[in-house]
């Protein structure tokens, strides 16, 4: 059972490769969280979120810019995902999104600023900072952990998604496809209502229409 504070994130990775490295740092979070180190525990968070954010834009042969801030590059990752991109056929359902991300990215950039200075104030690690500075109390921390786990599991779900998802196929945009079905089984007449080969299959089997059309656009339908 976990007992850290990522327990989200732990148990996400737990199911998967771990193919950003992200187990590590996790791992010294919770470490932190149970040695009551509230700095180390902001530090090790800001670096989990740096290390998945250029994880995330090298997979996708983005650029990252020297010393960009974490907030931008949470930004930039959310960009590299495609937030919603999946939902944008409509025009208001994409000026929906455009909000919602903008929304998002800018809390988003707030927090993990806030999580960059904090690391910078209180993480023993940090450069500058005294011995006998008073620690930040643990209720801090505890709520940066917590929201920290949150990006990180919604990221990897984000890109898990995106892995595994399939566009809406649209019937009127395939005539093409809808042509050479009805020159390969033509029509059939029902009391006196005709009904085409291409209607029928999107009708009532729509994955065996989409796999069709793959195989079609593919070169498998033109012989």
Known sequence: MDSGIMRNSE???????DRYKLTRTITA?????KDNESGLVIGQCKALVESLCKSILSENSIDIEANISVGKLAKKAGAAIGI???YGEDQKTKEAFIKLINSFTLSLE?????IGTLRNEYCPLAHGRSSDQKPLHMLYAEFVASQTDALIVFFLNLIEHKKNF???INFSE???FNEYLVEE???IEIYGDKYQAPDIL?????PKYKTALSEYRTGGGDD
């Open 166 to 168: 399939v566009p809406e």
């Open 110 to 114: 707030n927090a993990i600023s806030s």
């Open 11 to 17: 148990s996400l990775i737990r199911e998967s490769p």
């Open 174 to 176: 395939n005539e093409d």
């Open 202 to 206: 999107y009708q009532m089997n729509v």
């Open 84 to 86: 919603g991109n999946e």
């Open 29 to 33: 979070i919770n470490a932190g969280f």
């Open 185 to 187: 089984f033509g029509e």
